[in-house]
């Protein structure tokens, strides 16, 4: 069982991500592959399918979003995230359990089944927004509250958000929608083996615990040992076991990494429990300092060196430790690149708050 290096383990990991260089796919390619995109944030999406593609275009998101090609809602985690509209409807029945246990912890809604059953009916008229939904079940549902109806309504029943949420800079209220209407197919679970398969080629090597952070769900460890013998298996620096596809190649460690800009909620920094692999142990706190954050990051030679918040023209680059003028001067040509794509037509500027100095 070959030990597998932090290195082989960070360059395989850009690779898989497509962070290695920006890839020629399709957005939709894309999408498919990482399996779902954090979408807790609109913005986050567009700039992590720029990161990842050559010439990518605000446009082919939106425009995936407006065909339901693509689709937002509750998924890995409880959050929000974008996925394929072919996949939503296996995904979501498949990472339910998740959903239903934040139900059951945070809302004491009525029977699941009444609940089903009534939400189906209410939004076959029209789009609702979250609030009215709770409104309407409420007066079919005496005795529990709106908001505890609507949230127990989003978590327990496969809803989607429509455009224009998802869309780049949208800022008003969300609208949701049944899947099955919008997507005209009904819901079905997958094998969980497809689930960690496909996990394996975006994520991969990967070790028990870290599919069940990425996904949320428990008990994965039968699911990978039925797998065991169509996976390659390899231990890391500190002996854990780590699965990967029989055909999947591991990189050089010794490929050159290029500078990388990472929206917040990445799942790149949230696709593994030991994180080792991109994020510095020691620097993980201030990726995720608590409180539900998750701060936009920089790849520096693969690893997380700074995190950064833009406004407008304006990029504020922190970084975690001192950077040679090269690494500087690669870091503020990527930012620039940024700023081209999120803030066209404003005058930008570069601030890294080591010296305070604009660039």
């Given at each position: 069982?070959?030990?597998?290096?932090?290195?082989v383990?960070?360059?395989?990991?850009?690779r898989?991500?497509?962070?290695?260089?920006?890839?020629g796919?399709?957005a939709?390619?894309?999408?498919?592959?990482?399996?779902?995109?954090?979408g807790?944030?609109?913005?986050?999406?567009y700039?992590?399918?720029?990161?990842?593609?050559?010439?990518?275009?605000?446009?082919?998101?939106?425009?995936l979003?407006?065909?339901?090609?693509v689709v937002?809602?509750?998924?890995?985690?409880?959050?929000?995230?974008?996925?394929?509209?072919?996949?939503?409807?296996?995904?979501?029945p498949?990472?339910?359990?998740?959903?239903e246990?934040?139900?059951?912890?945070?809302t004491?809604?009525?029977?699941?089944?009444?609940?089903?059953?009534?939400v189906?009916?209410?939004?076959?008229?029209e789009?609702?927004?979250r609030?009215?939904?709770?409104r309407?079940l409420?007066?079919?549902?005496?005795?529990?509250?709106?908001?505890?109806?609507a949230?127990a309504?989003?978590?327990?029943?496969?809803?989607?958000?429509?455009?224009?949420?998802?869309?780049?800079?949208?800022?008003?209220?969300?609208?949701?929608?049944?899947?099955?209407?919008w997507?005209?197919?009904?819901?079905?679970?997958?094998?969980?083996?497809t689930l960690?398969?496909?996990?394996?080629?975006?994520?991969?090597?990967?070790?028990?615990?870290?599919?069940?952070?990425?996904s949320?769900?428990t008990r994965?460890g039968?699911v990978l040992?039925?797998?065991r013998?169509?996976?390659r298996?390899?231990?890391?620096?500190n002996?854990?076991?780590?699965y990967d596809?029989?055909?999947?190649?591991l990189?050089?460690?010794?490929?050159p990494a290029?500078v990388?800009?990472?929206?917040?909620?990445?799942?790149?920094?949230l696709?593994h429990?030991?994180?080792?692999r991109?994020?510095?142990?020691?620097?993980?706190?201030?990726?995720?300092?608590?409180?539900?954050i998750?701060r936009?990051?920089?790849?520096v030679?693969?690893?997380?060196?700074a995190?950064w918040e833009r406004?407008?023209?304006?990029?504020?680059?922190?970084p975690?430790?001192?950077?040679?003028?090269?690494?500087?001067?690669?870091?503020?040509?990527?930012?620039?690149?940024?700023?081209r794509?999120a803030?066209?037509?404003?005058?930008?500027?570069?601030?890294?708050?080591d010296?305070?100095a604009?660039h």
């Amino acid at each position: 069982m070959p030990t597998l290096s932090n290195r082989v383990l960070n360059r395989t990991y850009l690779r898989r991500q497509l962070l290695d260089a920006r890839s020629g796919r399709t957005a939709l390619d894309v999408v498919i592959h990482l399996v779902a995109l954090q979408g807790q944030e609109n913005d986050a999406p567009y700039l992590g399918l720029w990161t990842r593609l050559e010439g990518f275009r605000h446009e082919e998101l939106t425009g995936l979003l407006e065909s339901r090609q693509v689709v937002r809602g509750p998924l890995l985690r409880g959050t929000q995230h974008l996925c394929s509209g072919a996949d939503y409807p296996w995904l979501r029945p498949t990472v339910q359990p998740v959903l239903e246990k934040f139900a059951k912890r945070l809302t004491a809604g009525p029977d699941r089944t009444a609940l089903l059953t009534s939400v189906g009916r209410i939004l076959a008229a029209e789009p609702l927004q979250r609030s009215e939904l709770g409104r309407r079940l409420a007066a079919e549902f005496p005795g529990h509250t709106p908001s505890d109806l609507a949230l127990a309504a989003h978590l327990t029943t496969p809803l989607l958000h429509p455009p224009p949420s998802g869309f780049w800079g949208h800022r008003g209220r969300i609208r949701c929608v049944a899947a099955e209407a919008w997507l005209g197919r009904p819901m079905a679970a997958a094998e969980l083996t497809t689930l960690v398969l496909r996990y394996l080629a975006a994520y991969g090597p990967a070790s028990v615990k870290d599919v069940q952070v990425w996904s949320g769900l428990t008990r994965m460890g039968s699911v990978l040992q039925d797998l065991r013998g169509q996976l390659r298996i390899f231990r890391d620096g500190n002996g854990i076991e780590l699965y990967d596809l029989p055909d999947a190649p591991l990189a050089d460690p010794d490929e050159p990494a290029r500078v990388v800009f990472l929206p917040e909620f990445d799942n790149a920094v949230l696709g593994h429990a030991d994180r080792a692999r991109i994020i510095h142990p020691g620097d993980r706190a201030l990726v995720t300092p608590g409180w539900s954050i998750v701060r936009p990051t920089v790849l520096v030679d693969g690893f997380v060196a700074a995190t950064w918040e833009r406004a407008g023209g304006e990029l504020r680059i922190n970084p975690f430790r001192a950077w040679s003028s090269r690494v500087r001067d690669e870091v503020a040509e990527e930012g620039d690149r940024l700023l081209r794509f999120a803030s066209p037509g404003c005058e930008s500027r570069l601030i890294f708050t080591d010296q305070q100095a604009p660039h």
